[in-house]
């Protein structure tokens, strides 16, 4: 019978080895910025394609009549469209550029613009190095998309593609080098805490004008339905009719913003859905147009939606009260603050939906989109006031009660300003008798 010594396991000693920063060095190479930060925006560009192409090439699978260049050169075209450049479809132009396609563009880019630059050293992306690769990473997404638009038969286009494809790289490649490029960038005391409270403010008007959109759909389901149906589409063409309909989702809601702001949307040469009034003709056959009203007037309730301007520039407003600076805490410091986050909002409103905006062809289909002219007279206005008025109440709240300064920095300022004397130092020997 074995002893209770012999029983026990025996002894396992675990080690940890560092290892030194020349070994990490030479197991990943590193290679010059020039070519990493050019390579890493051109390759982000080439992902954004192959996306497309994908998808396309999937529809081309349930109907191979069609050429495989053709097929391509399609997916060139839609690629184009989501640079801001247009697309020639069947002979037709189309002008509404997707901007969930965009968004979409812009994630990737950011992703593999940082998984690019990881091939440099770390060092070369410090201080203006950042701003270096920044540039070089917009200028590879540019070329490629100069590239594609002289390969896809859009070279009067190029010029546009060329400024496209600039705007999605920069996003994309100052998106990766966020935490290298903020210390670069000095921020007033005044303005900080203003981003979060314009954030704030278009989430608040984002939420709005998704509920105007669920509405629409619920209330216009039978003629989704009455679409759906005289399209037909087989499991593909579905799967490929609801992705097309999801990248023009942002879209969607910036007009469906515009007509809870009451400026309307035309959806047509003539035409003119608003709260107050429709008049519509006849549509595109794409289900998402189903959510349009019947022509006629609005109902009573219709005119509840104006107050949406209000709504967003009051959050916004809160919020910048909430987040002022400790400094010079005074009621024209809340108002301005509360004014300037509202009107922010709504300049970038105003620029969402110009971007929004565009042609699904020629004839009636023209100019589709919020009422421009409309919208710049009832979106600044609103969300100013609301935003001054979030503030006051913020104020009148809680905002008058709180000392001029904070009292922690003030503190800090006395001890500051006193004289200092040199102490003498004195050495005690610590030992045990």
Do not use: K
Not at 322 to 331: F, G, K, T, W, Y
Not at 397 to 412: C, F, I, Q, Y
Request: proline residues 6%.
């Amino acid at each position: 019978m074995p002893i209770r010594s012999e029983r026990r396991r025996p002894r396992v000693r675990l080690t940890v080895a560092e290892v030194s920063a020349d070994q990490q060095a030479a197991a990943a190479p590193e290679f010059p910025l020039l070519p990493v930060a050019l390579g890493a925006g051109a390759a982000s560009a080439l992902a954004g394609w192959l996306l497309v192409a994908g998808l396309v090439m999937a529809g081309w699978f349930t109907a191979m009549a069609m050429p495989v260049p053709v097929a391509l050169g399609f997916a060139g075209q839609f690629w184009l469209a989501g640079h801001g450049a247009g697309a020639l479809i069947g002979g037709l132009p189309v002008t509404l550029t997707p901007l969930g396609l965009s968004c979409l563009f812009v994630l990737l880019a950011r992703l593999v613009t940082g998984l690019g630059l990881r091939g440099t050293a770390p060092e070369n992306l410090d201080g203006r190095g950042a701003l270096t690769a920044w540039g070089l990473a917009t200028a590879g997404y540019a070329l490629v998309a100069s590239v594609v638009a002289l390969a896809s038969g859009a070279g009067p286009r190029v010029g546009w593609a060329l400024l496209g494809g600039a705007v999605i790289g920069a996003l994309g490649a100052a998106w990766s080098l966020a935490g290298r490029l903020r210390p670069l960038v000095a921020i007033p005391v005044a303005l900080r805490g203003l981003g979060r409270a314009v954030l704030a403010g278009l989430a608040t008007m984002t939420a709005i004008a998704a509920v105007v959109l669920l509405v629409g759909l619920l209330l216009g389901s039978q003629r989704i339905s009455v679409i759906e149906d005289a399209l037909a589409p087989d499991a593909v063409g579905s799967w490929l009719l609801v992705t097309l309909q999801l990248l023009y989702l942002p879209n969607l809601l910036a007009w469906a913003a515009s007509w809870a702001l009451g400026a309307g949307i035309s959806v047509g040469v003539g035409s003119l859905v608003s709260p107050m009034l429709t008049t519509a003709g006849m549509l595109p056959a794409i289900p998402a147009f189903g959510a349009v009203p019947e022509a006629g007037p609005g109902g009573p309730w219709a005119y509840a939606w104006f107050a949406s301007g209000v709504l967003v520039g009051a959050v916004a407003g809160w919020v910048a009260a909430v987040r002022a600076p400790a400094r010079r805490r005074s009621l024209t410091t809340w108002l301005i603050r509360g004014a300037t986050a509202g009107l922010v909002v709504a300049i970038v409103v105003v620029a969402v939906a110009a971007l929004s905006r565009g042609d699904l062809g020629a004839g009636r289909l023209i100019g589709m989109g919020p009422v421009m002219l409309s919208l710049l007279l009832l979106a600044p206005l609103p969300m100013l006031v609301g935003g001054a008025a979030s503030a006051l109440t913020h104020w009148l709240v809680r905002g008058r009660h709180l000392p001029a300064s904070d009292p922690a920095e003030a503190s800090t300022a006395i001890i500051d300003d006193l004289p200092t004397e040199q102490l003498d130092a004195d050495t005690v020997s610590l030992a045990r008798d």
